[in-house]
């Protein structure tokens, strides 16, 4: 059939999402052309153990390309626009992709500019995200420095890429500082635009109890208006204030800029919008979207591109060959929870079950919402999984698309 | 699911007070819901806001977030705050008899 697919972004989703194409249509149905801007993979989720120095940076990053299945085309460029009615897409030095079928990986941008100022006095000084590689070597260096006072945990507003990181970096900060025996020397505060320490009621519950019972403080319903560094002050736009000495900062996300500058490609944060079962464009049916970049009611989190990516490829499959698309996205997510002293929880939860207690993937298996150490042994595990299993398109056993209902404890908060 | 009455009508809405049958509500409704939140006058800027959140509900099937009424409702995020101190995206989704809006994850 010889259909040209391109994929915007070579992160996770882009990754998984080519190596799958290739493994099932091949060389001789479709040419899959990959683009992203630089050669750097950075494995994110280990970005939560640098501060800590329980990962080392360089460990985190492979080359782009070589990620990739010999067959497929990578092209490093910068990602000027597409143009939706001419089915093309426009690079830096004046390349022109055109596509039969456009996949938006591009993932989330962080925009700490856009707070009013995150980015000034104190940035990198006393103020950090750990979001990016750069910004988790530095608080490393100032966690190190720190000999006592109020480190406060924030996250400006939603939406965020893997919402359970904020709370796993308070958790594994209580853990350093007892290790550096001056836990009394520090008081740790979590701040939220939630009404809870999750989203929804019994996670919310299990994990606001951990953060209890490590005297963790819980500040609800502050939504990030201004930060002073100077002053060391968190100010949110409803004018309370959350003193620090240090700040760990998870700022505002929003999609690639190239998405606003694509006429009729986004919404008015820069995501794709997409049917939440198919993850085709409402408008435009040539375009699909996954990972981050998509503008669902999902977690933005590496499980969700995984699990999207076997509806993705069949759904792409079902449209060059002309036929109606028939796999539907559950909205299936699975996270690890690291809650220090080597121990982690579980949660699994899709668009129409939240997290709840149990056992995954069936009722003999790991402790749903439940800390052990079983399920920091599979976060750890999950890393050489994650570069040899899931970026080459392979299925992970036990695990599919699917949200498994088995195991799970249907309670009530 | 309960009942509240507003404007002599009983409608139906859920744990948190919101409307679960955003047809039901009628703009004679809003000004009581909105004293029931604490704001006293809805003056035009509010309107602009409550107007907003119905039109997008209707659009999209939720209300939009605070941050994304900063950025297409005409109105800023801090001056939001000053008409709903409460927080802007419930309190107006409430006023504007639409479902609590839902955020992503």
Request: aromatic letters at 8%; hydrophobic letters at 40%.
């Given at each position: 059939?010889?259909?040209?697919?391109?994929?915007?972004?070579?992160?996770?989703?882009?990754?998984?999402?080519?190596?799958?194409?290739?493994?099932?249509?091949?060389?001789?149905?479709?040419?899959?052309?990959?683009?992203?801007?630089?050669?750097?993979?950075?494995?994110?989720?280990?970005?939560?153990?640098?501060?800590?120095?329980?990962?080392?940076?360089?460990?985190?990053?492979?080359?782009?390309?070589?990620?990739?299945?010999?067959?497929?085309?990578?092209?490093?460029?910068?990602?000027?626009?597409?143009?939706?009615?001419?089915?093309?897409?426009?690079?830096?030095?004046?390349?022109?992709?055109?596509?039969?079928?456009?996949?938006?990986?591009?993932?989330?941008?962080?925009?700490?500019?856009?707070?009013?100022?995150?980015?000034?006095?104190?940035?990198?000084?006393?103020?950090?995200?750990?979001?990016?590689?750069?910004?988790?070597?530095?608080?490393?260096?100032?966690?190190?420095?720190?000999?006592?006072?109020?480190?406060?945990?924030?996250?400006?507003?939603?939406?965020?890429?893997?919402?359970?990181?904020?709370?796993?970096?308070?958790?594994?900060?209580?853990?350093?500082?007892?290790?550096?025996?001056?836990?009394?020397?520090?008081?740790?505060?979590?701040?939220?635009?939630?009404?809870?320490?999750?989203?929804?009621?019994?996670?919310?519950?299990?994990?606001?109890?951990?953060?209890?019972?490590?005297?963790?403080?819980?500040?609800?319903?502050?939504t990030?208006?201004?930060?002073?560094?100077?002053?060391?002050?968190?100010?949110?736009y409803d004018?309370?204030?959350?003193?620090?000495?240090?700040?760990?900062?998870?700022?505002?996300?929003?999609?690639?800029?190239?998405?606003?500058?694509?006429?009729?490609?986004?919404?008015?944060?820069?995501?794709?919008?997409?049917?939440?079962?198919?993850?085709?464009?409402?408008?435009?049916?040539?375009?699909?979207?996954?990972?981050?970049?998509?503008?669902?009611?999902?977690?933005?989190?590496?499980?969700?591109?995984?699990?999207?990516?076997?509806?993705?490829?069949?759904?792409?499959?079902?449209?060059?060959?002309?036929?109606?698309?028939?796999?539907?996205?559950?909205?299936?997510?699975?996270?690890?929870?690291?809650?220090?002293?080597?121990?982690?929880?579980?949660?699994?939860?899709?668009?129409?079950?939240?997290?709840?207690?149990?056992?995954?993937?069936?009722?003999?298996?790991?402790?749903?919402?439940?800390?052990?150490?079983?399920?920091?042994?599979?976060?750890?595990?999950?890393?050489?999984?994650?570069?040899?299993?899931?970026?080459?398109?392979?299925?992970?056993?036990?695990?599919?698309?699917?949200?498994?209902?088995?195991?799970?404890?249907?309670?009530?908060? | 699911?309960?009942?509240?009455?507003?404007?002599?009508?009983?409608?139906?809405?859920?744990?948190?007070?919101?409307?679960?049958?955003?047809?039901?509500?009628?703009?004679?409704?809003?000004?009581?819901?909105?004293?029931?939140?604490?704001?006293?006058?809805?003056?035009?800027r509010h309107?602009t806001v409550?107007?907003?959140?119905?039109?997008?509900?209707?659009?999209?099937?939720?209300?939009?977030?605070v941050r994304?009424l900063g950025?297409?409702s005409?109105v800023t995020v801090k001056e939001l705050y000053q008409l709903f101190p409460?927080g802007p995206a419930?309190t107006a989704?409430?006023?504007?008899?639409?479902?609590?809006?839902?955020?992503?994850?």
């Open positions: 059939m010889d259909k040209r697919i391109v994929i915007l972004g070579g992160g996770t989703a882009g990754t998984l999402t080519a190596n799958r194409l290739q493994r099932t249509y091949g060389e001789r149905e479709c040419r899959i052309t990959v683009v992203d801007q630089d050669d750097d993979h950075v494995y994110q989720p280990g970005l939560l153990f640098v501060p800590f120095g329980l990962a080392q940076p360089q460990h985190l990053v492979r080359s782009r390309p070589r990620q990739l299945h010999a067959a497929i085309d990578y092209k490093m460029a910068q990602i000027e626009r597409v143009d939706l009615d001419a089915r093309a897409v426009h690079l830096s030095g004046g390349i022109r992709l055109a596509y039969d079928v456009l996949v938006v990986a591009t993932g989330a941008a962080l925009l700490p500019e856009e707070t009013e100022g995150l980015t000034g006095p104190g940035w990198g000084e006393n103020v950090f995200t750990f979001y990016d590689l750069p910004g988790a070597v530095g608080l490393h260096g100032a966690l190190e420095q720190f000999q006592g006072g109020r480190v406060v945990v924030n996250v400006a507003d939603l939406p965020l890429k893997c919402p359970v990181a904020p709370l796993e970096f308070a958790f594994l900060a209580d853990w350093y500082f007892q290790r550096r025996g001056i836990r009394d020397k520090v008081q740790l505060t979590y701040v939220t635009p939630l009404d809870a320490a999750f989203t929804k009621p019994v996670a919310a519950e299990a994990l606001g109890g951990l953060l209890a019972e490590k005297g963790i403080e819980l500040v609800t319903e502050f990030l208006g201004q930060v002073d560094g100077t002053g060391g002050r968190l100010v949110s004018e309370r204030e959350v003193p620090f000495d240090l700040a760990v900062v998870v700022p505002l996300h929003g999609g690639a800029a190239y998405v606003g500058r694509s006429q009729g490609l986004g919404d008015e944060l820069g995501f794709i919008p997409v049917d939440p079962h198919s993850l085709q464009h409402p408008e435009h049916p040539d375009v699909f979207a996954i990972g981050d970049a998509a503008g669902l009611l999902a977690s933005k989190a590496g499980s969700v591109a995984h699990f999207e990516g076997e509806t993705l490829v069949h759904n792409i499959g079902r449209f060059l060959a002309g036929q109606p698309l028939d796999a539907t996205f559950d909205g299936h997510t699975n996270c690890f929870v690291e809650t220090g002293y080597h121990k982690a929880l579980l949660i699994d939860f899709n668009y129409d079950t939240e997290p709840l207690p149990g056992h995954f993937p069936a009722a003999v298996g790991l402790p749903l919402l439940k800390e052990s150490h079983a399920n920091h042994l599979g976060k750890l595990a999950f890393e050489w999984l994650y570069w040899h299993s899931l970026l080459p398109g392979r299925e992970l056993p036990g695990i599919g698309s699917a949200m498994p209902e088995r195991g799970k404890n249907h309670v009530h908060a | 699911m309960s009942t509240a009455t507003y404007d002599d009508n009983a409608v139906p809405v859920d744990d948190e007070g919101f409307f679960t049958e955003p047809d039901r509500w009628t703009e004679a409704m809003a000004e009581q819901i909105a004293c029931e939140a604490g704001i006293e006058e809805l003056t035009e309107w409550i107007r907003f959140m119905r039109e997008q509900y209707a659009a999209k099937g939720t209300g939009p977030t994304v950025k297409t005409g409460k419930k989704a409430k006023i504007a008899g639409i479902p609590k809006p839902r955020g992503c994850i």
